[in-house]
């Protein structure tokens, strides 16, 4: 009988498994072990594997000395680490002169014309989106057309002034007539008496009421241009649109070298007695009326004047005054 060798049971490298047993091994695969030369060795033959040309390991790094904090010497506490930001550059020129007040004012001028350059364009306005150049412009065109409209109805105008065609002057009544006395005197030449300046006064052009804080009249003579009478008239309010009358209270006063004057003569022979001319007819008088008013709502006084001839005397002298 023959027998077929099945070969042998047992691991071939002596009846142990290389395998388990590298499980076994509770050391770890060192992949670093051949650099640091804590590897298997090698032949040295021809040079090689001697200790000379293997490598060698380093000596490990000397520690860094740390700060010392209070959270070093806590085991239970974490330690926190903070993180300091860097220092950023240096400041340059211009960053130092914006500090200081020449170029903060500088700062404050280049925003200012930044801003009128954006106000010119449209861009901006006085108070943010509102008063822009556009809407200013009619704004204020709005404004001078009001106050346009206002002054003309509210300023004064000054008024126009006539004299009454029939009496310009007219006789003087009451207390005022009885405050100065009616005579003509040749030793020394001078006369005197009291009248009215009956005036028209057109206050068409006024759209309110127009007020006088006063007016002052002045009679001078045409023949020789020297004042013969004076008068003044107090605040008065009169109607606008109208023609209103007024009276001016004259006192008359003249004071002659002789009787031979042509200004005594001129009003002696006007106002004489109408008897004693054969026509019964006085010659009249020629002289110039001369105002100086003060209009309320206007800065400075206004002046006007007008001239009558032929008028009549306001008195009538006795027969025995020649």
Not at 152 to 165: D, E, L, M, W
Not at 171 to 198: C, K, M, W
């Amino acid at each position: 009988m023959s027998f077929l060798d099945a070969g042998r049971i047992e691991p071939v490298k002596g009846g142990r498994d290389e395998e388990e047993e590298a499980r076994r091994n509770d050391e770890a695969w060192d992949v670093y072990a051949d650099f640091n030369n804590a590897g298997p060795r090698y032949s040295t033959a021809f040079g090689l594997g001697h200790t000379d040309a293997g490598y060698q390991q380093l000596p490990p790094p000397p520690s860094i000395p740390q700060a010392k904090t209070d959270d070093a010497s806590s085991t239970r506490t974490p330690v926190e680490l903070v993180t300091v930001p860097a220092l950023g550059p240096e400041w340059n020129l211009s960053e130092m002169k914006d500090m200081t007040q020449a170029g903060k004012r500088e700062k404050k001028y280049d925003k200012r014309r930044a801003f009128w350059k954006a106000w010119n364009r449209g861009d901006t306005g006085l108070c943010g989106k509102w008063f822009t150049k556009k809407f200013l412009v009619f704004f204020v065109f709005a404004w001078v057309v009001i106050i346009v409209i206002l002054l003309a109805i509210t300023i004064p105008r000054v008024p126009g002034f006539s004299f009454n065609s029939t009496t310009p002057l007219d006789s003087a009544t009451g207390s005022f007539n009885a405050s100065i006395p009616s005579q003509f005197s040749r030793s020394p030449a001078n006369f005197s008496f009291p009248a009215l300046a009956d005036l028209e006064v057109d206050t068409t052009s006024n759209i309110l009421p127009l007020t006088f804080n006063s007016i002052s009249a002045e009679i001078y003579d045409t023949t020789s241009n020297l004042q013969v009478a004076s008068g003044n008239f107090g605040h008065t309010t009169l109607s606008a649109k109208t023609f209103s009358k007024i009276q001016i209270p004259l006192n008359f006063s003249y004071v002659a070298t002789n009787t031979s004057d042509p200004t005594w003569n001129n009003w002696y022979n006007a106002c004489k007695n109408p008897g004693l001319y054969p026509s019964g007819t006085r010659p009249g008088i020629s002289f110039i009326l001369v105002l100086k008013m003060y209009i309320a709502g206007l800065p400075s006084a206004h002046g006007a004047s007008t001239q009558v001839t032929d008028a009549s005397c306001p008195i009538q002298l006795s027969m025995n005054s020649a």
